[in-house]
């Protein structure tokens, strides 16, 4: 067992015997080779992304394999970090939550669906349960259409970030809860790079919708929208927009959108489409709408008259002045400028709209008392690097920034907080702290980070990219996690995930991401009564609060991310993507090796290792091991003193007292062992002993479970006969082994039989006529058999072959109806068929042939007569019995002359001496 454990790929790689980047990817290769995609890393899971199918690995059945487990008790699985948070809620009533991390790509959306189905299929079925887990469930569907998008890494990449919390009663029945969701990438509403697309609603909308509805929304096919045909992607192998929009449109039904709310969103979806087809021309300096018929298009989707709209686009309203002096200008755009307003005011729109689905899924979730304990899932979207990064990106990658920074001082501060409490020293490790870089991020003090510096560059009126690459040359110049990029426009940071250079050029209008006021204006011009509601800030021009920026916004949130998350007991899910190409079974070991270095997956080995490989609490060691050691096991001294029996266990293994204290310690609820191979020693001892018991307990429950086969067997047919037919003293004592021709071995009967046929009956007996022929008798499920045995003789030797079997005659289970015995003590059993075709036996074995029978027809009749009517050539001829006068009828019976003598037996009333075995 250790050498196994050595060798082969580890379930747990705190175990490892290669504690090294190289070692780590060996291991997670192996198993991903195999369909292994999860590994622990202590209390972490590492999940690689299969990029195909793995149903056995997520059955219902595999679902419940995991209900109630230890983590040790079954194979790493999703299944089992969800089963472990729910059963601290249900047991403690502790909050739970899971981070899980990774690139885009790497599967992380797959992930937390996994984890919310396993606690939807584990909660009950009450009508406000049901409810809540219709909620979770169809909340999937509804947020990966307006949120996920395809990408060159992902085909369903999360757009944005969400973090469910999910409340439960004490019960453990969930009763509510909510999503916040962060930062959606709503430019990509209005511009994809090549072999991308926008986000799958419009695409599922365009597939899916009916023909009364695509008129109604005038919807052509993707290909004919600017907003969606720039990624030149617009349909993707291995999505069903189809099926997709069907999931949808249920989910809206869950969600309770009535039909007018789905009508409005569907609308403004339209609207969005073809707002993106409007042609700008300038003529000095002033903008028009050039294709008049796709702005009707627009104006009528959004319920708003073609003029407004085209002044709304085209125009921007400029105030001068103050109080009573004030004027307000409605000034032309240049083409350009129009072209910025429409765009703008689309994403405006999206994102909104985006906003208000989340909030209807708030709405059916419902949210309960603060003081409920909560299950959280954190699906936030993955480091990114592009060819070309910007401002998205720098976002993306400061949250990712930020929760590394919290699985570091989590992890840590747990390690060091559990060697405290248990009295062990503490050995610190080396690690990568990432705090550096988020402060270069975020930080307000000197350094200045990069978001400061932005909002200080856009907080005056002439923002530029140019002023804000200055502010971050003349600040940030000798930081040493800042450089300087390639590009005369772009700068650099050193990520926990290695470098990104990021282009500046469109950083401050992102950042300010301020919508004029003239837009908000338009919106509410609508007589659509959800775009209205979706503009509820005042369009007034004289509102002199200073907007908040992209980036104080996502600061702020990702704050109140790390509070939420700390209120709760963390678990965390690393997820890893085995190459770019989105295949299975393709293990890139040089890019799955440079996720294992940024997740930090050597590191945490090294902290779960850097006192000792394996803790475990004493009850469950004691448990597992006890069988290793003779003080331990089958009796044991240490009963209800783990901790002793731990030691004792441990000691066992012949470790001195002076070596003690460098194997393992005794903290004051766990055990700690330094080195993996003394958990091998132990895991081959237990094996060891383990089989010999087990070989042990197997043959007396195989004994136990033939012997009560043989009472009931025996009983059934002994039962049958009694008081009705005189015994012979070998027939009570006779044991029954059902097959006495060694039939598994005659590959001849077996052929004739037919192959695996399940046979319970196999012997020779003589098959009576006006004389005797010899036969093989075999009973199985389906038929009764009776094969003729022909001598086989060398004519030119004269020496004897092997048998030659010949079918005689064969009777269906069907078609047999029951037999007909006499009422001597002979040997004679007649079968009987549904077509009056009978057959008389003479074997020594007729009460076990009647057990057998009774097996393939219970409600077979059992007749006794001294006359029987068998069928010969299809004429009838009777067979007497009769008693022998002088009782020198051999045992069995004289058969002679179509009569048969039969000696005097022991009695009607003769019956075995049945024992029932112990159960």
């Not at 995609?37 to 149903?55: A, D, E, F, R």
Request: with cysteine; net charge positive.
């Amino acid at each position: 067992m250790a050498q196994i454990l050595k060798t082969c790929a580890l379930d747990d790689m705190v175990m490892l015997k290669d504690v090294s980047e190289n070692g780590i990817s060996s291991n997670l290769k192996k198993r991903y080779e195999t369909d292994q995609i999860y590994t622990y890393i202590g209390h972490v899971l590492i999940s690689i992304n299969p990029y195909k199918s793995i149903p056995e690995l997520f059955s219902v059945d595999r679902m419940m394999d995991y209900r109630g487990k230890n983590r040790i008790e079954m194979p790493p699985h999703a299944y089992a970090v969800a089963d472990s948070m729910y059963q601290s809620i249900v047991s403690d009533l502790e909050s739970q939550c899971v981070i899980i991390s990774g690139e885009s790509g790497a599967g992380k959306t797959e992930v937390s669906k996994i984890i919310m189905q396993y606690i939807s299929q584990n909660c009950g079925s009450l009508e406000e349960v049901i409810r809540v887990k219709d909620a979770i469930l169809d909340s999937n569907p509804l947020l990966e259409a307006f949120g996920n998008a395809k990408t060159i890494r992902n085909n369903n990449s999360s757009r944005f970030g969400k973090y469910m919390e999910i409340q439960f009663d004490r019960s453990g029945q969930p009763v509510g809860g909510r999503v916040t969701n962060y930062l959606l990438e709503s430019s990509r509403v209005v511009v994809q790079s090549k072999n991308e697309r926008s986000f799958h609603i419009f695409y599922e909308m365009l597939s899916g919708a009916d023909g009364q509805m695509k008129e109604r929304y005038r919807l052509l096919d993707a290909s004919s929208y600017h907003y969606l045909n720039q990624g030149n992607c617009t349909v993707v192998d291995e999505i069903d927009d189809v099926s997709d929009w069907k999931d949808l449109l249920h989910a809206l039904d869950t969600m309770k959108f009535s039909e007018k709310e789905k009508e409005e969103v569907f609308r403004l979806l339209a609207s969005i489409l073809w707002a993106g087809n409007l042609e700008f021309s300038e003529q000095n300096e002033e903008s028009k709408i050039s294709n008049g018929d796709c702005l009707d298009h627009v104006a009528s989707m959004l319920k708003i008259d073609a003029a407004v709209c085209h002044d709304g686009f085209c125009k921007r309203t400029i105030q001068t002045g103050t109080g009573g002096r004030s004027s307000i200008y409605a000034v032309p755009q240049k083409a350009d400028e129009a072209a910025y307003s429409r765009d703008a005011f689309a994403k405006a729109v999206y994102s909104r709209l985006f906003d208000y689905t989340v909030l209807r899924i708030n709405q059916r979730l419902g949210w309960k008392s603060e003081e409920l304990p909560i299950l959280g899932i954190l699906d936030i979207y993955g480091f990114e690097v592009f060819e070309s990064n910007g401002f998205e990106q720098l976002c993306i990658n400061y949250v990712n920034e930020k929760l590394q920074q919290i699985f570091i001082n989590l992890t840590l501060k747990e390690e060091q907080e559990e060697y405290e409490r248990e009295g062990i020293k503490w050995e610190p490790i080396k690690f990568f702290n990432n705090k550096i870089c988020c402060d270069l991020i975020e930080s307000r003090q000197n350094p200045i980070g990069i978001f400061t510096l932005l909002d200080d560059v856009c907080n005056f009126p002439q923002a530029s990219d140019e002023k804000f690459l200055s502010k971050l040359k003349e600040n940030l110049a000798q930081h040493q996690f800042f450089k300087l990029g390639s590009a005369a426009n772009s700068f650099c940071v050193k990520h926990y995930a290695g470098d990104v250079e990021y282009s500046t050029s469109g950083f401050c209008d992102k950042n300010k991401d301020l919508l004029f006021n003239d837009l908000i204006q338009l919106a509410k011009c609508s007589k659509i009564e959800l775009l209205v509601s979706l503009f509820p800030e005042s369009a007034t021009t004289d509102d002199k609060r200073r907007p908040t920026t992209a980036s104080f916004k996502l600061k702020t949130s990702c704050q109140q991310l790390v509070d939420s998350l700390s209120k709760s007991h963390p678990h965390y899910i690393r997820c890893i993507k085995p190459n770019d190409k989105k295949q299975s079974r393709n293990y890139n070991d040089t890019r799955c090796l440079h996720q294992i270095k940024y997740l930090g997956l050597l590191e945490n080995i090294k902290v779960r290792r850097a006192g000792y490989a394996y803790r475990q609490v004493y009850d469950r060691f004691y448990y597992r091991y006890a069988i290793c050691s003779d003080g331990t096991w089958p009796t044991s001294k240490y009963a209800g003193r783990f901790r002793e029996g731990a030691s004792a266990i441990l000691d066992s293994l012949g470790i001195e007292p002076a070596d003690k204290k460098s194997v393992y310690e005794l903290g004051k609820t766990k055990v700690f062992i330094r080195a993996p191979e003394t958990i091998f020693s132990l895991e081959e001892i237990r094996e060891q002993k383990t089989f010999s018991y087990a070989n042990c307990i197997q043959r007396y429950f195989m004994k136990n479970a033939y012997d009560r086969l043989m009472y009931v067997i025996r009983k059934s047919a002994n039962d049958a006969i009694r008081g009705k037919k005189d015994r012979r003293q070998k027939s009570l004592d006779r044991l029954f082994l059902g097959d006495y021709i060694s039939y598994s071995e005659n590959f001849q009967l077996k052929s004739i039989v037919g192959k695996g046929v399940k046979v319970f009956f196999a012997d020779v007996c003589n098959y009576v006529q006006k004389k005797k022929i010899r036969l093989v008798i075999i009973i199985s499920a389906n038929n009764i058999h009776l094969i003729e045995i022909v001598a086989n003789k060398d004519k030119a030797t004269n020496k004897t072959k092997p048998w030659v079997y010949q079918t005689q005659v064969r009777i269906a289970a069907a078609d047999f109806k029951g037999v007909v015995l006499s009422e001597f003590a002979d040997n004679y059993i007649c079968l009987c068929t549904a077509a009056s075709e009978n057959y008389l036996i003479e074997t020594s074995k007729k009460t076990e042939m009647i057990a057998h029978l009774l097996k393939i027809n219970p409600h077979m009749s059992i007749e006794f007569r001294n006359c029987i009517d068998i069928t010969y050539k299809k004429k009838s001829i009777k067979i007497t019995f009769a008693s022998d006068p002088k009782n020198s009828a051999p045992d069995g019976g004289l058969y002679k002359k179509k009569k048969v003598l039969v000696s005097r037996g022991l009695g009607k009333d003769a019956y075995p001496n049945l024992v029932e075995p112990r159960n």
